[in-house]
């Protein structure tokens, strides 16, 4: 059975795994808030302690959904995947692949060419996120991956983002379902936000109702029945969690309100390389 069959939605998109919440650009506006400091006393919950996925988490989401998904996409992103230590972002690939999972991971490019061409070659399919201050490492890579990479390359040209706190605001976005509910879970914590915009939302309202919630709802990779939690998902979602999505999220609308271009910072490091140098 494929996730499609098991939500019953058309067309299940893929899951989304968040495996750091740390970058090497700091974008104006990023949907992650990875351009917000991380600091202890920081007013926004997700943005006080530096984290990574654990071996365990993916462990526990391929046992529970065994038999399930296995032809739908899995996709890495962050913040950055590839800052994580490259080893363990290499135990993160070969872990999804010991369970047959298919990937697909969005990068800027970092670190991607510290990946080992054996792992690299485990993805399906790759995102080069072009956000306009890293043009030339972007096509370092792709010239890079065209001697050997078997799978299919993606650049994103993104060089301005969306004042998200103003889209979420906007009355355009009020009351209107983007109709992505369930077709792009994401995995954090053990936790699967029914739409990955709904941590970032999360983090940017600066609490953590959206996450208890869901745990109070049992809609987390440690219970046992989670799968016919989601499977029920209409009658077991929260309804707190329902009006964020109905009445919180840009996606809709998402381009409006004002965008602002990305610059270059002091503290962006475009590539590895750069930074050993």
């Known amino acids: 059975m494929n996730y499609t069959e098991l939500f019953n939605v058309k067309p299940f998109l893929y899951f989304v795994f968040p495996v750091v919440n740390y970058c090497n650009l700091h974008c104006e506006w990023c949907s992650t808030l990875n351009h917000i400091p991380i600091r202890r006393d920081s007013p926004y919950p997700t943005r006080r302690n530096k984290w990574e996925i654990s071996l365990d988490t993916i462990r526990l989401f391929c046992e529970r959904f065994k038999d399930h998904g296995i032809d739908n996409m899995h996709r890495l992103t962050g913040a950055e995947p590839t800052c994580m230590p490259i080893k363990k972002l290499e135990a993160v690939i070969d872990t999804f692949k010991s369970y047959n999972r298919k990937l697909w991971m969005i990068t800027n490019g970092y670190n991607l060419m510290g990946l080992s061409k054996e792992h690299i070659n485990k993805f399906s399919g790759l995102t080069l996120d072009d956000h306009g201050i890293n043009h030339s490492h972007i096509k370092t890579c792709k010239k890079y991956l065209d001697h050997f990479y078997n799978g299919h390359v993606q650049v994103l040209v993104q060089e301005t983002h969306w004042n998200l706190v103003e889209a979420m605001n906007h009355p355009s976005n009020k009351g209107k379902h983007c109709q992505s509910m369930m077709r792009t879970p994401a995995v954090i914590d053990s936790i699967i936000y029914p739409c990955g915009n709904l941590f970032n939302i999360e983090q940017i309202n600066k609490d953590t109702r959206i996450r208890r919630e869901l745990l109070d709802a049992q809609w987390t990779l440690e219970n046992p029945k989670i799968l016919q939690v989601l499977k029920n998902w209409r009658k077991t979602m929260p309804r707190y969690v329902l009006n964020q999505c109905l009445n919180s ?26 930074e050993e140098t």
Do not use: E, Y
């Open 249 to 274: 999220c840009w996606r809709p609308n998402w381009r409006v309100g004002k965008s602002v271009k990305i610059t270059l910072k002091t503290n962006d490091i475009i590539s590895k390389a750069i």
